[in-house]
């Protein structure tokens, strides 16, 4: 006979949790009191914002060593303290980019107005490219179709491009497409 629904749940015994310390039972842990090598390791690995689980892989210590390092009260400390350097390097630098800038946009007339003749084409082409992707006009890098893949005949395309040109038409667009081929 089938069990009701809340029942077939509970009706193997079940095991002790093990994560829970009985009563009475001192639970182990362990606090940091001086920073040895692989403790600053972790410190360094965590200013970088890695995971406890991607510190363990990198350094192979286990998940607990790098929790109750995490947690003592001598790397939080000296997270802090590391965090604030940080904080504070980046407001330096954000500070000189910004102080820079309008050398750096100046720079990029130049090389943009020089068509090519002081500072060479490439560059100039490169500057310009740059200048677009940054207002909004980059060329499409990758498209990608979750695992999707079409192989089209010559037939089939002409027939999307034809589709295309109607739409557009349709919608009073005006479209740049490569023409038909004369089979199409």
Request: charged share 30%; with cysteine.
């Amino acid at each position: 006979m089938p069990l009701s629904s809340p029942e077939k749940y509970f009706t193997a015994p079940r095991e002790d949790d093990k994560r829970r310390v009985p009563n009475g039972v001192e639970r182990k842990s362990f606090e940091v009191n001086e920073m040895w090598e692989m403790h600053h390791e972790i410190v360094r690995l965590l200013v970088l914002g890695m995971s406890n689980k991607d510190i363990c892989k990198i350094l192979g210590v286990s998940a607990p060593m790098v929790s109750y390092t995490r947690n003592s009260k001598v790397v939080k400390d000296k997270l802090a303290i590391m965090r604030a350097a940080r904080d504070a390097d980046t407001i330096d630098i954000a500070k000189d980019i910004q102080t820079k800038a309008p050398k750096a946009l100046a720079l990029l007339y130049d090389i943009i107005e020089d068509h090519g003749e002081t500072y060479g084409m490439p560059l100039a082409a490169k500057t310009a490219e740059s200048w677009l992707d940054r207002a909004g006009h980059a060329p499409v890098k990758s498209v990608q179709f979750a695992g999707m893949v079409a192989h089209l005949t010559a037939e089939e395309i002409n027939a999307l491009k034809k589709s295309a040109r109607e739409e557009a038409e349709a919608a009073n667009l005006i479209v740049d497409i490569t023409p038909e081929d004369s089979d199409g």
